[in-house]
């Protein structure tokens, strides 16, 4: 298959999720409707170092497909990484971005019918808001989905009410965020404890990762632990 041409973006708004977390809202301008898959990615050619393969960075799509030229990205500032200071630092509204996509093949599976255990962590949660969006806008059966987030602090919850608000009006969806350094009302701990507890029935499962390697590392030997079958597992690691 031949490589997708680089065009250009556009970035038409910005927003900080905490302090080292930022939306960036890009606009295609030569086109009429940017067209992706949920779970897709983008690769930036950013301004960061003269070989071209040192300048590419991908980001997961946060946003679903609406028809529109306009997409979003949920980055995490990654301490001395070139790209990320960069985004952060010297991109601003009207900052003109070379990119390539959508790429990439974490996407759902054809068949929705077994449960989906959609385990993530930080910004891992990008592709899995588009494919739960994209399910309830299109309203598309499937048996159950079940999005485990892990994060240290509640602060640290992308797009928590909105999940929560999604939750409540798609059935089947189950959203369980979990936090690891913070007594609430939700679960504690790490991501494993939460899909070992709801697979204790074996129900027939995909299991989608998507996070820091150590987390999707883990959690591939958990589930093969759990007795499913690794054809069962798919992952898009970051980092």
Not at 145 to 166: M, N
Request: charge should be neutral; include cysteine; glycine fraction near 8%.
């Amino acid at each position: 298959m031949a490589l997708l041409p680089w065009q250009k973006g556009v970035i038409i708004k910005t927003e900080d999720c905490s302090s080292t977390t930022r939306r960036f809202w890009i606009k295609i301008p030569a086109l009429e409707r940017f067209d992706f898959i949920p779970g897709q990615f983008v690769t930036l050619d950013l301004p960061i170092h003269e070989k071209p393969n040192k300048r590419w960075r991908s980001y997961s799509i946060a946003s679903w497909p609406d028809g529109t030229n306009v997409f979003e990205l949920v980055i995490v500032k990654v301490e001395n990484g070139l790209g990320t200071t960069y985004l952060f630092n010297e991109a601003t509204v009207g900052t003109e971005l070379t990119l390539r996509g959508a790429l990439g093949v974490f996407t759902l599976p054809d068949e929705l019918d077994k449960e989906l255990f959609l385990i993530c962590t930080g910004t891992g949660i990008a592709p899995f808001r588009s494919m739960v969006h994209h399910l309830a806008n299109h309203q598309i059966a499937f048996h159950r989905v079940h999005l485990i987030f892990g994060a240290r602090l509640q602060t640290d919850l992308l797009y928590y009410d909105e999940l929560k608000a999604l939750e409540k009006r798609l059935p089947g969806f189950l959203y369980h965020p979990t936090l690891s350094r913070e007594s609430w009302n939700g679960h504690r701990g790490y991501v494993h404890a939460v899909y070992k507890e709801l697979c204790q029935g074996h129900p027939p499962a995909h299991f989608y990762l998507c996070g820091w390697k150590n987390m999707i590392d883990e959690a591939i030997t958990t589930i093969k632990g759990m007795g499913y079958d690794r054809k069962s597992i798919h992952q898009e690691i970051y980092g």
